[in-house]
């Protein structure tokens, strides 16, 4: 957005001009004084002008002119009559040209600093300037004219410091297919206030068809109390006129919205169509959202939307309550909250469905001030988790209520169980809460809970909601309910409940959902038998996770397919992390193999490769098969020892040409011969056992 041009090349471009003088100022002054300039000579229409830094000039009279003209940095032009002396100017960084007067700013070159005091006044083209514009007083405006168009450029910031101070993009009935651009490079900072300071998109009666926009790569900064009185003021359009209509206009924020003061429209009796405008949050770090102010909409149709289109995300750091056609959109990113900071959806406003990209990261609320069915989705989530809820209530009188729901991982505050539930989730749960001004009226509640992978739902006929007290310590209660799939779906109570507390997802007794994340184990390990150098005959193994103090309890287990290169992942929903763990490999005709030191899961994941030394099973008891390490193969019985038995049930076996997928065929080629026994006998005669702690 911030116009760069090089200073050195202008001056020697103006220096080479050997017809006019060049006239240097002496001193802060008047243009038409004598001892303002070097030799006291007053420039005229044929000189070259350089203001040196440091010094203010102020142009008096239309006849103050010059050819060409240098602001050297943190040099001062005044204008109090007429445009710029010249078309032909050039301005230092630092430099600053204050229009106090003029009510048409010239845009032939690019300012360093824009100072705006005049009457209410626009740019005659595209504007651009490299450091900072302010407006001390009434309008600068950005569109005037009838099909033209403009993009204006500020590098720096806009401030409005008085109570008369206004930027607008589109103005004029006349201007009504006109189109305004603000890119503003810095932040709008709207420093007084009062309520006539304000950033206008349509400062005109309309109907419009033009867009009017603002790229705002800093901050938007409203001053005051949060009043409409006491505070500067975003407005959609400046107007009063009704019953016209206007293209949405757009505030696209990269920086922090600091509203203390109110953004809306001035018209209380417009019923139009009128779309309204939108908010984009659209920064590329983290943004936040604060101030006092609220959301003033009072036509029928108006709306304002606030986009989340952060990656990053947006946090608020003080309550926000959208109402009134107020909308809030949930695209890409966060909005985080908390119980101070809270997210409330009154009367008219609404929020969008969230994602697991977009959501309410922390507590929201919905208030209700109506009797009947109140039904509200909630797209709350928190850290990396979305998990959105529905709660349903039935109303029976208008009293003014809130009610507030929040998720959190991990597990609730213990209470006891009924008999028709053995378990709660360890993933997460949700605690809702009534506030509001009156008691509570609502006589009959229904809860839609979603689940994901994570929340470990295998049995959904089995799966139920808890409701408990928030603090624990009392008993959960079975709403009933029934998963609409494993893995990912939803469950609604069919149980109705009169008080809010704890929700979460239940196991029914005998129920087969862990309702925790597993642990993956991921596995290498290759069978003698079936592997033949190079690839493996797939097969399945049992795997144990054992404690490793004495008595080696069992803990988990799980199967675990190999594949033809021994890769297999297990789930385990028993383990934690940080704890050691005997990893204990079993299989229909292998040795049992133990790790040979327990093992630990981190961060929920845990890989073990037997294959890549004989010390990585207890007691080095492997075999080497090319450069693999493989179990020793050839325990039909699984009683620990490769002995005479084994040999004889492998032997019976192949006399009587037995086939199939069963224990005596070694190799896994589905037939019992004499080579499965050869790999047996080997082991018989070596002593094979065995090894454990």
């Given at each position: 957005?911030?116009?760069?041009?090089?200073?050195?090349g202008?001056?020697?471009?103006?220096?080479?001009?050997?017809?006019?003088?060049?006239?240097?100022?002496?001193?802060?002054?008047?243009?038409?004084?004598?001892?303002?300039?070097?030799?006291?000579?007053?420039?005229?229409?044929?000189?070259?002008v350089v203001?040196?830094?440091?010094?203010?000039?102020?142009?008096?009279?239309f006849?103050?002119?010059?050819?060409?003209?240098?602001?050297?940095p943190?040099?001062?032009?005044?204008?109090?009559?007429?445009?710029?002396?010249?078309?032909?100017?050039?301005?230092?960084?630092?430099?600053?040209?204050?229009y106090?007067?003029?009510?048409?700013?010239?845009?032939?070159?690019?300012?360093?600093?824009l100072v705006?005091s005049?009457a209410n006044?626009?740019p005659n083209?595209?504007?651009?300037?490299?450091?900072?514009?302010?407006?001390?007083a009434?309008?600068?405006r950005?569109?005037?004219?009838?099909?033209v168009?403009?993009?204006?450029?500020?590098?720096?910031?806009?401030?409005?410091?008085?109570?008369?101070?206004?930027?607008?993009?589109?103005?004029l009935?006349?201007?009504?297919?006109?189109?305004c651009?603000?890119?503003?490079?810095?932040?709008?900072?709207?420093?007084?206030?009062?309520?006539?300071?304000?950033?206008?998109?349509?400062?005109?009666?309309?109907?419009?068809t033009?867009?009017?926009?603002?790229n705002?790569?800093?901050n938007?900064?409203?001053?005051?109390?949060?009043?409409?009185?006491?505070?500067?003021q975003?407005?959609?359009?400046?107007s009063?006129?009704?019953?016209?209509?206007?293209?949405?206009?757009?505030i696209?924020?990269?920086?922090?919205?600091?509203?203390?003061?109110?953004?809306?429209?001035?018209s209380?009796?417009?019923?139009?169509?009128?779309?309204?405008?939108?908010i984009?949050?659209?920064?590329f770090?983290?943004?936040?959202w604060?101030?006092?102010?609220?959301?003033?909409?009072?036509?029928?149709?108006?709306?304002?939307?606030?986009?989340?289109n952060?990656?990053?995300?947006?946090?608020?750091?003080?309550?926000?309550?959208?109402?009134?056609?107020?909308?809030?959109?949930?695209?890409?990113?966060?909005?985080?909250?908390?119980a101070?900071n809270?997210?409330?959806?009154?009367?008219?406003?609404?929020v969008?469905?969230?994602?697991?990209?977009?959501?309410?990261?922390?507590?929201?609320?919905?208030?209700?001030?109506?009797?009947?069915?109140?039904?509200?989705?909630?797209?709350?989530?928190?850290?990396?988790n979305?998990?959105?809820?529905?709660?349903?209530?039935?109303?029976?009188?208008?009293?003014s209520?809130?009610?507030k729901?929040?998720?959190?991982?991990?597990?609730?505050?213990?209470?006891?169980?009924?008999?028709?539930?053995?378990?709660?989730?360890l993933?997460r749960y949700?605690?809702?809460?009534?506030g509001?001004?009156?008691?509570?009226a609502?006589?009959?509640?229904?809860?839609?809970?979603?689940?994901?992978?994570?929340?470990?739902?295998?049995?959904?006929?089995?799966?139920?909601?808890a409701?408990?007290p928030?603090?624990?310590?009392?008993?959960?209660?079975?709403?009933?309910?029934?998963?609409?799939?494993?893995?990912?779906g939803?469950?609604?109570?069919?149980?109705?409940?009169?008080?809010?507390?704890?929700?979460?997802?239940?196991?029914?007794?005998?129920?087969?959902?862990?309702?925790?994340?597993?642990?993956v184990?991921?596995?290498?390990?290759?069978?003698?038998?079936?592997?033949?150098?190079?690839?493996?005959?797939?097969?399945?193994?049992t795997?144990?996770l054992?404690?490793?103090?004495?008595?080696?309890?069992l803990v988990?287990?799980?199967?675990?397919?190999?594949?033809?290169?021994?890769?297999?992942?297990?789930?385990?929903?028993s383990?934690?992390?940080a704890?050691?763990?005997?990893?204990?490999?079993?299989?229909?005709?292998?040795?049992?193999?133990w790790?040979?030191l327990?093992?630990?899961?981190?961060?929920?994941?845990?890989?073990?490769?037997?294959?890549?030394?004989?010390?990585?099973?207890?007691?080095?008891?492997?075999?080497?098969?090319?450069?693999?390490?493989?179990?020793?193969?050839?325990?039909?019985?699984?009683?620990?020892?490769?002995?005479?038995?084994?040999?004889?049930?492998?032997?019976?076996?192949?006399?009587?040409?037995?086939?199939?997928?069963?224990?005596?065929?070694?190799?896994?080629?589905?037939?019992?011969?004499?080579?499965?026994?050869?790999?047996?006998?080997?082991?018989?005669?070596?002593?094979?056992?065995?090894?454990?702690?």
């Amino acid at each position: 957005m911030k116009n760069i041009f090089l200073l050195a090349g202008i001056i020697t471009g103006i220096l080479t001009s050997s017809y006019s003088q060049t006239i240097t100022s002496a001193k802060t002054g008047n243009w038409n004084g004598d001892t303002t300039w070097v030799g006291g000579i007053i420039p005229t229409v044929s000189n070259s002008v350089v203001i040196a830094s440091g010094h203010n000039v102020t142009k008096t009279s239309f006849g103050d002119t010059c050819s060409t003209l240098i602001l050297q940095p943190n040099s001062t032009l005044t204008l109090l009559i007429g445009g710029m002396p010249t078309l032909n100017y050039a301005c230092g960084i630092s430099s600053t040209v204050v229009y106090n007067g003029p009510t048409t700013v010239q845009t032939s070159s690019p300012y360093g600093n824009l100072v705006y005091s005049s009457a209410n006044g626009a740019p005659n083209g595209d504007l651009f300037v490299d450091g900072n514009l302010t407006i001390t007083a009434n309008t600068l405006r950005g569109a005037i004219i009838a099909g033209v168009s403009r993009t204006h450029n500020v590098a720096g910031d806009v401030i409005l410091t008085s109570s008369t101070s206004r930027i607008s993009a589109v103005n004029l009935s006349s201007a009504t297919n006109s189109s305004c651009v603000w890119n503003i490079g810095g932040s709008v900072k709207l420093t007084s206030a009062n309520s006539g300071t304000r950033l206008i998109l349509y400062e005109s009666a309309g109907p419009h068809t033009g867009s009017a926009v603002y790229n705002i790569g800093g901050n938007l900064e409203l001053s005051g109390d949060g009043t409409s009185g006491g505070s500067s003021q975003v407005q959609f359009k400046s107007s009063s006129a009704t019953n016209a209509s206007y293209p949405e206009g757009v505030i696209n924020l990269y920086g922090n919205l600091v509203q203390n003061g109110p953004i809306g429209i001035n018209s209380a009796n417009d019923t139009t169509s009128t779309p309204g405008f939108i908010i984009n949050f659209v920064g590329f770090s983290e943004q936040s959202w604060s101030g006092l102010g609220s959301f003033s909409v009072s036509p029928l149709n108006f709306k304002i939307k606030v986009n989340i289109n952060n990656p990053s995300g947006v946090t608020l750091t003080s309550p926000r309550t959208f109402n009134n056609n107020t909308i809030l959109n949930l695209i890409n990113g966060k909005l985080t909250t908390d119980a101070t900071n809270l997210l409330t959806i009154s009367g008219t406003g609404t929020v969008s469905s969230g994602s697991s990209s977009s959501f309410i990261n922390g507590p929201m609320a919905f208030a209700n001030s109506t009797a009947g069915i109140f039904s509200k989705v909630y797209p709350i989530g928190k850290g990396s988790n979305y998990s959105p809820i529905t709660l349903s209530l039935n109303q029976t009188a208008a009293t003014s209520s809130s009610f507030k729901a929040e998720m959190f991982n991990g597990a609730p505050m213990s209470n006891a169980l009924p008999g028709s539930l053995d378990k709660v989730s360890l993933m997460r749960y949700y605690s809702l809460i009534e506030g509001g001004s009156e008691p509570s009226a609502f006589t009959n509640g229904i809860i839609t809970l979603n689940y994901f992978p994570d929340d470990g739902v295998m049995d959904a006929p089995n799966l139920r909601v808890a409701q408990g007290p928030i603090g624990g310590g009392g008993s959960w209660v079975d709403l009933g309910g029934v998963g609409t799939a494993n893995g990912t779906g939803s469950i609604i109570t069919t149980i109705g409940f009169t008080s809010l507390s704890n929700f979460t997802l239940a196991n029914a007794t005998g129920g087969g959902n862990p309702l925790q994340t597993p642990k993956v184990l991921n596995l290498i390990s290759l069978i003698e038998g079936f592997y033949d150098g190079s690839t493996m005959v797939s097969d399945t193994v049992t795997v144990e996770l054992r404690n490793t103090s004495p008595g080696f309890t069992l803990v988990d287990l799980v199967k675990v397919v190999l594949s033809t290169s021994g890769v297999g992942t297990g789930n385990f929903f028993s383990a934690a992390d940080a704890t050691n763990y005997y990893l204990v490999l079993k299989h229909r005709n292998a040795l049992e193999t133990w790790t040979a030191l327990g093992q630990q899961f981190t961060g929920g994941a845990l890989s073990y490769n037997f294959t890549s030394a004989q010390s990585q099973a207890y007691g080095n008891n492997m075999i080497l098969k090319g450069i693999k390490w493989c179990f020793f193969s050839g325990d039909v019985n699984q009683d620990g020892v490769i002995d005479i038995s084994d040999v004889s049930t492998i032997d019976i076996d192949n006399l009587n040409f037995v086939t199939g997928y069963i224990v005596t065929d070694i190799n896994g080629d589905n037939l019992v011969d004499l080579s499965d026994l050869a790999v047996v006998d080997t082991n018989n005669l070596n002593f094979i056992s065995k090894i454990t702690p």
